[in-house]
């Protein structure tokens, strides 16, 4: 089983960056496709942004896409999801994934799906506001 702590959340001005990242431990996540989940005030929870073993094929959701970037470092494992040019609308608890057990399948459609994923950090709030 494998545990997650998401850190790096915090208050912001519009168009910042942060970096929040996620700490993987009791396993190596370095096999596993893992993700980020967000869930806005009164919305349900919604993808973010996907990156596959490899680290070289992400996913993301259409409004974050060229504003934010997820990596990985397998060797510290670690998961993370740089912000740039945040807007207000990107105030959220921000959530990381692991899909252990391949339910994902590396799927274009399935790597956005949170039922594919088995394994959840906490969250950690981002709030952008000026």
């Known amino acids: 089983q494998v545990q997650l702590v998401a850190s790096g959340g915090g208050l912001v001005q519009p168009g910042d960056s942060l970096r929040i990242s996620c700490a993987a431990s009791g396993r190596t996540v370095s096999s596993t496709v893992m993700g980020w989940f967000r869930q806005r005030f009164g919305m349900p929870l919604e993808f973010v942004a996907a990156i596959r073993a490899e680290g070289d094929s992400m996913d993301y959701r259409d409004s974050v896409m060229g504003r934010f970037t997820i990596s990985r470092d397998n060797a510290k494992n670690t998961l993370y999801l740089q912000m740039n040019n945040l807007r207000p609308e990107d105030t959220a608890d921000y959530y990381c994934?692991?899909?252990?057990?391949?339910?994902?399948?590396?799927?274009?459609?399935?790597?956005?799906?949170?039922?594919?994923?088995?394994?959840w950090g906490q969250g950690t709030q981002v709030t952008v506001s000026s």
């Open positions: 994934a692991a899909d252990t057990r391949g339910r994902t399948r590396g799927n274009d459609y399935y790597i956005r799906l949170d039922s594919r994923y088995d394994s």
